[in-house]
C-alpha cells in the first residue's frame, strides 16, 4: 500500500507565498519522479512542475520563476516532495495534487500514484 499525503494548502492574498507538501509512505522500494498537478474549475488537470530522482527539473511556463520544486529521499522508502509558490496570482487558484511514480518491489515496473488534493485560493 502506497500513500501520498499533501498538506499545506489555503487562501492567500496575490502576491502571496504558499509552500506545499507532499510525503509518500508505504511498500515503496524505489521513487522515480515526484511532481505537483493542478486541476482549477472546468478545466483538465495539468502538470505544475517535477522532479526526477537524478534531480532534473521542469515546470509549466506560466509558473517558471515563481514556484521551486525539490524533493528528499530517505533509504528509498519515503519521499517527500515540497512546492515553493512564490508571487502567487489569482489563475493559480486550483486543487493541487502530488503525484509519484513509484517501485513497489524489486522488478516491478514504476506506476503513478495520487494524492487526495489540497485547495490553493489566491484571492483578496
Known amino acids: 500500500q502506497v500513500q501520498l499525503v499533501e498538506s499545506g494548502g489555503g487562501l492567500v492574498q496575490p502576491g502571496g507565498s504558499l509552500r506545499l507538501s507532499c510525503v509518500a509512505s508505504?511498500?515503496?522500494?524505489?521513487?522515480?519522479?515526484m511532481g505537483w498537478y493542478r486541476q482549477a474549475p472546468g478545466k483538465q488537470r495539468e502538470l505544475v512542475a517535477r522532479?526526477?530522482?537524478?534531480?532534473?527539473?521542469?515546470?509549466?511556463d506560466s509558473v517558471k520563476g515563481r514556484f521551486t520544486i525539490s524533493t528528499i529521499a530517505r533509504d528509498n522508502a519515503k519521499g517527500t516532495v515540497y512546492l515553493q509558490m512564490n508571487s502567487l496570482k489569482p489563475e493559480d487558484t486550483a486543487v493541487y495534487y502530488c503525484?509519484?511514480?513509484?517501485?513497489?518491489?524489486?522488478?516491478?515496473?514504476?506506476?503513478?500514484?495520487w494524492g487526495q488534493g489540497t485547495q490553493v485560493t489566491v484571492s483578496s
Open positions: 508505504g511498500s515503496i522500494f524505489s521513487i522515480n519522479t
Open positions: 522532479v526526477t530522482s537524478g534531480g532534473s527539473t521542469n515546470y509549466e
Open positions: 503525484n509519484a511514480y513509484i517501485r513497489i518491489r524489486l522488478g516491478a515496473g514504476f506506476y503513478g500514484y
